[in-house]
Every structure is written in C-alpha cells, then in structure tokens.
C-alpha cells in the first residue's frame, strides 16, 4: 500500500504546480478582460466588483504558494481560500488535497472507524485520476485528520456504574478491557511491564488478585488521578512457554483460540473460537483492547489476525457495538512503523460494526497509550449510558 509513495507524491506535487499556474493564469487574464470592459463605457474608469487586485502572496511564483500552503493546517487553508476568488479556486483543488492526504497519512498517529479513509485512495494510480471522477479530497482530509478530529470532538457523558461479573478481579465502577494480541509477546520492550512501572503516566490502582487459567490476569489502572479502569491481558500461553519460544526465536502455540475449518464455496475458510476461560471474560468485559505489532521489518499474518480479532469481539459473547481500540505499537521510537491508517486497512477493520480506534504506542515510554485509553473509556460510557 506505501509502495511507490513517494513517486505518486512527486507526481501529484508536479500536476499541482501545474494547476495552480493554470488557475493563476486564467484569473489573471479574466481580471484584465473585465478591467478592459470596465474602461471600455462612458462612466469612470472603476474596478468591477468581482475584480481583485493582485495581493503579494499571489504574485509569489507557484513553487512558493504551494510551499507556504503546505504549513498550513486545514482550518489555515479554509481561511486563506475566504481571503479572495483565487485563492478560494486554489485552495478546493482535489488534486491540492489529494497530495496532502498521501504525504500526511504516514505522519498521523491515530484514526478510527468514522474517519478511515477509503483504500481506493492509496491503490488508484495518479494516471487513472481526471477531474470528472475525482473525490473530494478536501472533504476526506478534514474527516481524517487528527487535528480536525480533535476539534470536532463531542463532550461525552461521565462514566455510570456498571454490572460487574468478576467480583474477585474489579469493582463495579470500574470499566473492564480484555487486553491481548502479538504486540504483547513479540516487542523487545513489554508493554505490559511498562505500564505497570511507570506511575507518572499511569497509575496502578490495584494489583493482579488471581490469574486467569495462567495466560493472563486483572490489574485496576487510574486514569488521570480519576477514573478508575481494570484491563484483564490475556496471553496467548504461560510466561513459561512464552520465554522458551522466545529463546528458541519460534512461535508459541496459542491456547486462547482453537481453530475451527469451514468450507466457502470452494474455499477453506480459517475461524477460530475461545476458549471457555477467555469465552467468560469476553461476556463481562466492557470493551477490548488488541495491542498489533506495528514494527514494519516483521512479517505479519494480519489475516490470521483479524480472524483471532473477530473471535473474541463474536457477539454470542455480548453486546455487538462494545469498542475495540488497537494499539499500533512498536517497541522503541527508532523502530520503524507502520503507519496506523495502513495497519487499520490491513487488519480490515472496516469490517467490523462496532466503534473502533488505532492508536499508535511506543512500548518503551508508553508514548499515545493515554490518547488511547481515554477514546476507550468514552466509548465504553456511551454504550453503558444507552
């Protein structure tokens, strides 16, 4: 999907230059076509009002435009395109946006299921794009991006009591997340261990009382020195068998899931069911959060993954619309990542019908876990507030 990016950067910024010198053009030669008109009666010679003058930020050449307006944000562009005709016709290009849509995505660090971008927006070819069948970048832009995200965001009700069916693990008040997934297990630096050690980010409000058939168990987290929330991890084995696989540099087998083959036409399809111990925490919890292992050097079954996803989300196990938050996460900053627009559309989490978010995490400084936590402890006071 990011193969060739810089190449379809480089032509869309070309055709862009191209676009505005044509724009430029064209309003030039209107402005003096109704400038002649107007001298052309017996009245004074006046300006129409339609005809601007040339401002000194549009007599820049286009290189310097297109430069200037790539530091803007997309509020900044919207204000700029209310300053005068040109300017507006400039800044609604489809072709202006669609450059900034693909040199920006890799640079956001969060999008969820209202604000993914369509994939046809990677795959198609610059070659294949004319004016007649172009989407409105401008549009997916400001949907997509976090900034403008973040601006339209809603206040959200405060967290209500819930029903709790693991007495011995949470309190009532407290949200639960099932928390698993590779990122947990393949990442030099354990984010787990990170959380649990790291107060000045988060707090630990309670320590694990019991584990779960020995793959996992609950820990009660304050949020901001306020809200109180318990994630149960769930391990795809034993800390045993997970340090000898991991010594052996082989997999572990996961026993949270047994495979299930069916036939699809004339296709084998892989589904997978939990197990009775992981099945009851999946019909208690409130939400769950699946930690992917973003490190784009590894090789990656995302397939196989988003079957172990669908298993554990099945709503034979409980309401259909509880969130999911998938924390893109890398072990150290130096890592390169996949960025997390790309990880949503290769764990085709359109898919899914319930709310959903990708977070990109560092496992070494906890570096967009909060951002994460927070969409998902809203999300979860929605649907128990309904």
Request: charged share 20%; net charge positive; proline share 5%.
């Amino acid at each position: 999907m990011a193969a060739g990016g810089a190449e379809e950067r480089g032509g869309l910024e070309a055709a862009v230059r191209d676009r505005l010198r044509v724009l430029r053009e064209r309003w030039r030669l209107g402005t003096r076509e109704r400038g002649a008109a107007a001298f052309a009666g017996p009245q004074p010679p006046s300006l129409p009002e339609d005809a601007e003058e040339v401002s000194a930020l549009q007599a820049l050449p286009i290189n310097v435009q297109l430069n200037i307006m790539s530091f803007l944000s997309p509020q900044d562009l919207c204000h700029l395109g209310s300053t005068s005709c040109y300017w507006r016709a400039a800044v609604q290009d489809p072709l202006l946006w669609r450059y900034f849509l693909l040199r920006d995505l890799p640079l956001w660090t969060s999008v969820d299921w209202k604000s993914l971008p369509d994939v046809e927006i990677f795959n198609k070819a610059f070659s294949e794009v004319s004016d007649n069948v172009l989407y409105n970048y401008m549009a997916v832009y400001k949907k997509s991006c976090p900034q403008s995200r973040r601006s339209l965001k809603s206040s959200r009700p405060r967290y209500g009591a819930v029903t709790s069916f693991l007495q011995s693990l949470v309190t009532q008040a407290e949200p639960r997340f099932a928390m698993f997934g590779p990122g947990l297990e393949e990442l030099d630096n354990s984010l787990v261990q990170k959380m649990m050690t790291c107060p000045e980010i988060l707090l630990v409000a309670g320590l694990p009382q019991r584990q779960i058939h020995g793959i996992g168990s609950g820990v009660s987290f304050q949020f901001n020195n306020n809200q109180k929330f318990n994630i149960l991890t769930l391990y795809s084995t034993t800390s045993v068998e997970r340090r000898r696989a991991r010594a052996e540099q082989a997999v572990a087998v996961n026993k949270m899931f047994y495979q299930e083959n069916s036939v699809v036409g004339n296709q084998q399809a892989v589904h997978y069911s939990v197990i009775a111990q992981v099945k009851k925490v999946c019909e208690v919890v409130d939400g769950f959060i699946y930690v992917a292992n973003a490190e784009a050097h590894k090789k990656h079954d995302r397939q196989e993954e988003l079957a172990r996803i669908l298993a554990m989300i099945d709503p034979a196990l409980g309401p259909p619309n509880r969130p999911l938050l998938v924390l893109s996460c890398i072990s150290h900053v130096s890592v390169k990542r996949i960025p997390c627009v790309y990880m949503a559309h290769q764990l085709q989490l359109n898919l899914l019908r319930q709310p959903w978010m990708v977070q990109d995490t560092v496992a070494a400084t906890l570096a967009g876990l909060l951002s994460g936590i927070e969409w998902l402890l809203e999300e979860a006071s929605c649907k128990n507030a309904q």
